[in-house]
C-alpha cells in the first residue's frame, strides 16, 4: 500500500478526490492536511471519516516541523498538492495571504519532499524511486484569451490577477525541482471546476442559492465572459492518471469542453431550476442582476486537453448538461 499525502483534501476537489480515491482506489492510504479555513468543511468527508485507509490531519502547509512530521511517521510517497488560495475576488482584496500559502506553502511541501525522497540531485534513496509530486494548478496562470484558440501546454504564462500570480510561482517552483534536482513532478493546470460540495462563494454555488433565496443573482459587467466548465470528478479521474502514469517533468491540461458564457451559465441554471422547483418559465431568470465588473476580469479561458487525452487515455464523462444536473440535485438534496 502506498500513503500519499493529500493537502488541501477538505476543500472542494480535495473533497471529491479523497473520496474517488478511497471507493475505487484501495492500494492507497491517503493523508489529508488541511488547515480547515473558511473553505476546508469536513461534512464533506462524512462518507469516508473512518475508512481504514484515511486519515485527517489538521494544520498549515507552511508550517515545515508538521510536513516533515507528516513524511516520517507516514512514509509519504507521493504528493498530491491541491491547497490553494483560489477566489479571485479575494486575492485583489487581500492578496498577502495567497503569496503566503500559494508560494511559501508549495516551496515547504516540495522541499520537505526532495530532502525526504532524495539523498541529493538526481540521487533517490532506496525504495524512493517511484515517489512523485503532482501540482495542482489552474488555467487562470496562461491569462486570458480572445474570441478564438485555446490554452495549450506549450501556452506562455501570463497571470492577470494576485492569485494567478501566485499559482505561476508555485508552478515555477515545482518545475524548478523536475530540472535541477531531478525530482519526479507534474503540473496539471484545469479550467474551471463545478459540482458537488463547491463553496458556496463560487459562480454556480452562488446562483442556486440565490435562486432557493428568491434574492437576485449577479452577474460582473454584461455576462459575456467565456469559462471553459469541467466536472469535478471527471477532473479527479484525470488528476490519478497524471500522477501514476504521467510522464516525469510533463504539465498536463486538464478541460471538459464546455465553453459558455457566465449569461449562459445563469440562464441554463435558472432554466433548469424553474422545472424543479415547478415555477413558470422564466421566473428564476428575472432574478438575474448585472454589477460592476470585477478589477482585471480575464475575457475567455478554454483548455485543449488533447495532450492528457492522447497520451493517458483520459476522457470526460460528463458534459455540462449531465453534470450541471448532478450538481444542482445535490445542492438541493444538501
Not at 183 to 196: A, D, E, F, L, R
Request: aromatic fraction near 12%.
Amino acid at each position: 500500500m502506498k500513503t500519499i499525502l493529500v493537502t488541501g483534501g477538505a476543500g472542494f476537489i480535495g473533497a471529491n478526490f479523497i473520496e474517488f480515491i478511497l471507493q475505487e482506489h484501495p492500494e492507497y492510504y491517503i493523508v489529508n492536511l488541511d488547515k480547515l479555513t473558511y473553505a476546508g468543511d469536513l461534512t464533506h468527508l462524512k462518507s469516508i471519516e473512518h475508512h481504514a485507509n484515511y486519515t485527517f490531519v489538521q494544520g498549515d502547509i507552511c508550517d515545515r516541523a508538521l510536513v516533515e512530521m507528516l513524511f516520517s511517521t507516514y512514509d509519504i510517497k507521493g504528493v498530491f498538492h491541491l491547497a490553494a488560495e483560489s477566489h479571485v475576488d479575494n486575492s485583489i482584496s487581500g492578496p498577502e495571504v495567497f503569496i503566503e500559502t500559494n508560494i511559501k506553502g508549495t516551496f515547504t511541501l516540495i522541499d520537505v519532499a526532495y530532502k525526504y525522497w532524495m539523498e541529493g540531485p538526481n540521487h533517490f534513496k532506496n525504495g524512493y524511486e517511484n515517489c512523485r509530486f503532482l501540482q495542482v494548478s489552474t488555467d487562470e496562470v496562461y491569462g486570458s484569451l480572445g474570441e478564438t484558440g485555446l490554452f495549450t501546454e506549450q501556452t506562455p504564462y501570463a497571470p492577470n490577477s494576485p492569485y494567478s500570480a501566485s499559482k505561476a510561482s508555485a508552478d515555477m517552483l515545482v518545475r524548478s525541482y523536475h530540472h535541477t534536482y531531478g525530482m519526479h513532478t507534474v503540473i496539471t493546470n484545469c479550467s474551471n471546476n463545478y459540482g458537488p460540495k463547491q463553496h458556496p462563494e463560487k459562480l454556480i454555488p452562488t446562483i442556486i442559492r440565490k435562486v432557493l433565496a428568491n434574492q437576485e443573482i449577479p452577474i460582473y459587467g454584461d455576462g459575456k465572459n467565456v469559462r471553459d466548465w469541467l466536472y469535478v470528478k471527471d477532473h479527479c479521474a484525470g488528476l490519478l492518471l497524471a500522477f501514476e502514469i504521467g510522464a516525469s517533468g510533463e504539465v498536463y491540461n486538464i478541460g471538459g469542453k464546455n465553453e459558455l458564457t457566465n449569461l449562459q451559465i445563469v440562464t441554463l441554471i435558472c432554466a433548469r431550476m424553474d422545472i424543479l422547483l415547478s415555477k413558470d418559465s422564466g421566473t428564476c431568470a428575472k432574478l438575474i442582476t448585472f454589477v460592476k465588473d470585477r478589477a482585471g476580469h480575464d475575457f475567455r479561458y478554454a483548455i485543449d486537453a488533447s495532450k492528457i487525452e492522447d497520451k493517458l487515455g483520459w476522457e470526460a464523462a460528463e458534459n455540462f448538461k449531465t453534470g450541471i444536473q448532478k450538481t444542482i440535485a445535490w445542492y438541493l438534496n444538501k
